[in-house]
């Protein structure tokens, strides 16, 4: 599929009437925490603050060699949310580059950290008014077994194993929101086939 037809998966996909297929990759345009519309820039999620994964960065970024915000200062990385040169006055982590050899990959501006941390507090304090954390339009029926996210019946899933060739063993682990139920889908693939399907409480 090229760009638009994935764009256009995407947008009938995540609405609260359908669940998600969670062997499609994705979603790439929509925030896989709250599915709201991502920017391409910065690299976290307007509406929810989650770091995303996949970004612009601003033409000619890597040519400018001054801190963006102190400008008589040299930069010693760019910033994995913003992708701006930043000095080790506007690191948030606020470590010497020398003592990291993957360092300036992981620099992040104090800035960005800021509003990315207000937006996620915003968007978490709405949650506390029992709506499902993609689709805030609908009441959390469950909360996901790993990172306690409300959940709407949509956006629960299930995993199931089969443990042996003539004998198998079905366990039911759930409810799982998308993140964590691929998150789980590799670490229990290692030992059975797993599979997954809508949770359903028993």
Known sequence: MDTKEILAYEEKNIKSDQMWDADTVGPVFFCIYCFHKMTDYPAYCSHCGHTNTIYKAPKNVRDQKYCNVHSQKLAVGWCALCAKPICELCDSQGKNPSEYFDYTVNLKCKSCLDKSEKLAQDHEGHLKNGVCCRHEDVKAVNNCITCNSPICENCSYSLETSNGIFFK??????????????????EKAFKSKVSWKPYKKI
């Open 169 to 186: 063993k079905i366990e039911n682990y759930g409810p799982y929101c998308l993140t964590c139920l691929r998150r789980a889908r590799i």
